[in-house]
């Protein structure tokens, strides 16, 4: 099992230039999370998911969107990236959100907005 | 507001030589705690989930101690390696009453170093 994947692993951009990652899991997980880690800060949740066809809003999910049109992927755009949304992104998983539910993380994307 | 803070920010230390990470936190409604280790580079794994009823959790070389009363954890890490070199996240679970799911509340984490 590869576990939780993400692609890219880097990318620049600039101001205003849109880009989609994409996460992907293999362990059948109906829950799936976006977060943001940024320096000396805990991490932060952008969006979830509940299960194939459904996203909801996180901490910070304002410049983001998502969508889970198959239950194995979860897409995290930026429409207009912005210099404060230079990040790692951090895409997790879990079977459920019960009391135990551990969350499975992939290797992050490191993004740079010039 | 529910906060998670871990301390110290950073830790240099010997390989072999043993060490202890604090984390307090002020949550409410207090669900579980829990440890996660990441690697540089890499994303969280989780360590250890201590329930309120816990006050004391193992895995390996690693034991989590859990005060509910005082809102206190530890993390000690026995006889280190180099292979523990990596960021140490202590993480709470609330219960969001209104959706009845658990929402994480991330400590920004302690970055540890072990030296040959």
């Known amino acids: 099992n590869a576990g939780v994947t993400q692609t890219p692993k880097f990318r620049v951009l600039k101001t205003g230039q849109s880009m989609t990652l994409l996460c992907a899991q293999d362990?059948?997980?109906?829950?799936m999370y976006w977060y943001r880690q940024d320096p000396g800060m805990g991490l932060r949740l952008i969006h979830y998911s509940v299960g194939e066809g459904t996203t909801a809003k996180g901490e910070v999910p304002d410049g983001y969107n998502v969508s889970r049109l198959k239950k194995q992927n979860f897409l995290l755009g930026l429409e207009s990236a912005a210099p404060s949304q230079t990040s790692v992104y951090f895409c997790a998983s879990s079977y459920g959100a019960g009391e135990t539910d551990t969350q499975y993380f992939g290797p992050g994307t490191r993004l740079t907005v010039l | 507001k529910n906060q998670v803070e871990q301390s110290p920010q950073s830790l240099i230390i010997l390989e072999g030589k043993n060490c202890t990470l604090q984390c307090n936190y002020t949550v409410s409604p207090f669900s579980n705690l829990r440890w996660y280790k990441q690697d540089t580079g890499r994303g969280p794994v989780s360590l250890t989930i201590?329930?309120?009823s816990e006050n004391t959790k193992s895995n390996g070389r690693y034991t989590a101690t859990l005060d509910a009363d005082t809102k206190q954890s530890s993390l000690h890490i026995t006889a280190s390696q180099l292979s523990d070199s990596a960021s140490y996240i202590c993480?709470?679970?609330?219960?969001?009453?209104?959706?009845?799911?658990?929402?994480?509340?991330w400590g920004a984490g302690t970055k540890l170093i072990i030296k040959p």
């Open positions: 362990m059948n997980h109906e829950y």
């Open positions: 201590m329930t309120f």
């Open positions: 993480v709470v679970s609330v219960l969001v009453l209104k959706d009845s799911n658990y929402q994480l509340i």
